[in-house]
């Protein structure tokens, strides 16, 4: 298996342009979870989905920030419009199972809002 | 899901010295989990525990769970310049994992 696939791998865009990010889990897991990683914030959970449902969205930052799962293989997070404090490394995670059962990190995309 | 403080933030070591971080809560923890995540790269899970009071061993890295569920420890004894990277502890639950902010580890030669 690849593992999980995220794209694109780096992202540079202005100020106020809408940005989307997308996401492959491994095949046959159940659950997808979407980080953002700051140096001053950590690594922050976003949004959880299991069995394409979301679960807990409660660390998405504000209405400019929405995610979709469609279907088991594919999910996407969505900034409109973006803003410079947005700019951070954005984690995709899968893992078969619930939140408890060990999770599976894509590369990342390097996002960077100008 | 719960906070979990790690300390300490930062810590650099002479190759062969023994490294340990911390994970705290204020509250019981359902599970924790241990990732590391190589500069640059992306976290990679280490193991998780469940038990209170439960110890576990990979090589030279030693696991522990407190027995309150309330704490956990990663001690790596002689370090190696391959253990170079940040761990993080997270808490999981069944709808959540939420990571403490990291412990990094520089190891010189």
């Known amino acids: 298996d690849a593992g999980v696939i995220q794209s694109p791998r780096h992202e540079v865009t202005e100020m106020g342009q809408e940005v989307t990010l997308r996401c492959k889990p491994i095949?046959?897991?159940?659950?997808l979870f979407w980080y953002r990683q700051t140096m001053m914030r950590g690594l922050e959970l976003l949004i959880y989905f299991n069995n394409n449902v979301p679960i807990d969205d409660s660390g998405m930052p504000e209405d400019r920030f929405s995610a979709k799962m469609p279907n088991a293989s594919f999910s996407t997070l969505k900034i409109q419009p973006s803003e410079p404090r947005d700019s951070a490394v954005y984690f995709c995670?899968?893992?078969?199972?619930?939140?408890?059962?060990?999770?599976?990190f894509g590369q990342g995309t390097r996002l960077t809002v100008v | 899901g719960q906070q979990v403080m790690q300390i300490p933030q930062y810590q650099h070591v002479q190759e062969g010295e023994d490294f340990t971080t911390y994970c705290n809560s204020s509250?019981?923890?359902?599970?924790i989990q241990w990732y590391k995540q190589r500069p640059g790269g992306h976290p990679v899970f280490l193991i998780q525990l469940v038990k209170s009071g439960e110890v576990k061993k990979q090589k030279r890295l030693t696991f522990q769970f407190g027995e309150a569920k309330k704490n956990s420890s990663l001690h790596i004894t002689a370090t190696q310049t391959t253990d170079v990277g940040t761990y993080f502890c997270a808490d999981s639950g069944y709808s959540t994992l939420t990571f403490g902010k990291g412990t990094m580890l520089l190891v010189s030669p």
């Open positions: 995670a899968s893992s078969f199972g619930g939140a408890d059962t060990e999770a599976f």
């Open positions: 509250t019981t923890l359902s599970n």
């Open positions: 095949s046959g897991h159940n659950s």
